[in-house]
């Protein structure tokens, strides 16, 4: 190789100190390649520019050693794996999003409960609007993906003062707040819930995972929270129940995504739509420049990386999501 390069989706002279081993070049996905995708070491995907673009220059990528997402979710990228040198490692941005998606969650589903869509709508009409509304305090909560994100929406959950939070993860374990239990557990705990938080990672075992049978078994009148993955519902099924009027749901991503103009989805009743937007927001940039100086320092040092969620050429790899095993991006790479 003529150098070992290190592709940024930021311009390197934005970063901060790095190691002086690489030469770093800028590709934000957008236009020709900045160098010869052989010499590239470390590559770090551009940020929301879709799975096209993300995967584009791995075949040409014989010597990586590194991909690293911005992204919680990896979804996007584990289809590209096979075309990786065998051993190279897959990272995925744990502890980049954690604040911002469960910031998000917790704005989606109080302005859900409160009627805030409601009130703007009754404001720009200039009518004054009183009425009961249903609270967060006292309501049972169900987070279904506990991992880093599910974790820090249950940590911002406590001072509104559920009733009871139970959480659900791939594996049973004691988290500091109390049992995760397993998928098994959902036919239990979903008819308990008020609000149930979708924050798992987009696998074969999650996709389509909330169908009309999980539906069916929520209360009348629960809030179902979408930060994960678009394809992790059955938007058919969803789309029943909201026009029936017996669920509601607030959704940061869709399946389409992005949804298209005229979609039913838009106009069902009880639907709250913001656009996969619990990454992008003023906590992003700092805190990807951060964990990208740590892995490189690592990379540099010999020292595994951190944040590993697949190796190229084994069969046994974990599944991308947001925070090993809880969250949220969809199909076709736009993830938080």
């Given at each position: 190789?003529?150098?070992?390069?290190?592709?940024?989706?930021?311009?390197?002279?934005?970063?901060?100190?790095?190691?002086?081993?690489?030469?770093?070049?800028?590709?934000?996905?957008?236009?020709?390649?900045?160098?010869?995708?052989?010499?590239?070491?470390?590559?770090?995907?551009?940020?929301?520019?879709?799975?096209?673009?993300?995967?584009?220059?791995?075949?040409?990528?014989t010597n990586v050693r590194v991909v690293q997402t911005l992204t919680a979710g990896v979804d996007h990228m584990e289809p590209a794996l096979p075309q990786l040198p065998r051993g190279a490692l897959l990272c995925?941005?744990?502890?980049?999003?954690?604040?911002?998606?469960?910031e998000l969650a917790l704005t989606l589903a109080l302005a859900s409960l409160r009627d805030i869509p409601g009130f703007v709508r009754a404001q720009d009409a200039g009518e004054w609007r009183q009425g009961f509304r249903p609270a967060l305090a006292d309501r049972t909560v169900l987070?279904?993906?506990?991992?880093?994100i599910g974790s820090a929406i249950e940590e911002r959950l406590v001072p509104f003062e559920p009733?009871?939070?139970?959480?659900?993860?791939?594996?049973?374990?004691?988290?500091?707040?109390?049992?995760?239990?397993?998928?098994?557990?959902?036919?239990?705990?979903?008819?308990?819930?008020?609000v149930v938080f979708l924050v798992t990672p987009l696998t074969d075992a999650t996709r389509?995972?909330?169908?009309?049978?999980?539906?069916?078994?929520?209360?009348?009148?629960?809030?179902?929270?979408?930060?994960?993955?678009?394809?992790?519902?059955?938007?058919?099924?969803?789309?029943?129940?909201?026009?029936?009027g017996r669920l509601r749901a607030a959704l940061d991503v869709t399946d389409p995504e992005p949804l298209p103009s005229g979609h039913p989805l838009w106009r069902a009743p009880g639907v709250l739509i913001t656009p996969h937007v619990g990454g992008p927001s003023s906590?992003?940039?700092?805190?990807?420049?951060?964990?990208?100086?740590?892995?490189?320092?690592?990379?540099?040092?010999?020292e595994p990386p951190g944040n590993v969620v697949a190796v190229a050429g084994e069969e046994d790899r974990a599944g991308g999501g947001t925070g090993g095993g809880a969250g949220g991006g969809t199909g076709g790479g736009r993830s938080i």
């Open positions: 190789m003529a150098s070992a390069d290190v592709w940024l989706p930021f311009p390197p002279d934005e970063m901060g100190a790095l190691p002086e081993s690489f030469d770093y070049v800028h590709w934000d996905g957008e236009g020709e390649f900045p160098a010869d995708p052989e010499n590239c070491v470390f590559y770090v995907v551009p940020y929301m520019k879709g799975q096209s673009v993300a995967v584009r220059p791995l075949a040409r990528m995925n941005a744990r502890g980049v999003h954690e604040a911002s998606t469960a987070i279904v993906g506990h991992g880093a009733e009871a939070v139970h959480r659900v993860a791939r594996t049973a374990r004691t988290a500091p707040r109390g049992p995760v239990h397993t998928l098994a557990d959902l036919p239990r705990l979903l008819p308990e819930a008020d389509g995972l909330v169908d009309a049978d999980f539906l069916a078994r929520m209360k009348d009148g629960a809030l179902l929270v979408n930060v994960a993955r678009g394809a992790v519902v059955d938007t058919d099924a969803l789309l029943a129940e909201l026009e029936s906590a992003f940039a700092p805190r990807a420049r951060r964990l990208l100086r740590d892995q490189l320092r690592r990379f540099a040092a010999g």
